[in-house]
């Protein structure tokens, strides 16, 4: 019985040190991820990037059809950092909201978002909004 006592104590010590672990890199993954993210966003491609969905968007709001510029907008990540960390910095991912309609999504998986838009919007933006899918 004292074996299985030791090999039980082992065993709890290792699953510590690989819970420890695995924290431990998640946390720096999501560092990294922003660290990535926050550097293009700030670097010439990624005003250019962000000038270019304005024109294409056509200077509003996806959402909310509000006027948008470069400094009552913000890129917004279609799919969730959090969940997909692997996306946190590709273009793909990434479109421009107004701020309110940005912190309004949140973290929201994108088809509770989409539904969301649809009920308290309407047809109108719900168009305007699955236009930008994610692929």
Aim: charged share 30%.
């Amino acid at each position: 019985m004292s074996d299985l006592n030791d090999i039980a104590r082992e065993i709890l010590l290792e699953h510590d040190t690989f819970s420890k672990a695995c924290k431990d890199s998640h946390l720096a993954a999501k560092d990294t991820v922003w660290a990535l993210y926050t550097s293009w966003r700030d670097s010439e491609q990624g005003k250019q990037w962000k000038a270019d969905f304005l024109k294409e968007c056509g200077h509003k709001c996806p959402e909310c059809d509000k006027w948008l510029n470069e400094f009552n907008s913000t890129i917004d990540h279609k799919l969730s950092r959090r969940k997909y960390p692997w996306l946190g910095w590709k273009t793909s991912n990434f479109w421009v909201l107004c701020m309110t309609c940005n912190k309004a999504k949140g973290h929201k998986d994108w088809s509770k978002y989409v539904e969301t838009v649809r009920l308290k919007r309407g047809e109108a933006a719900y168009k305007r909004v699955v236009k930008y899918s994610p692929c």
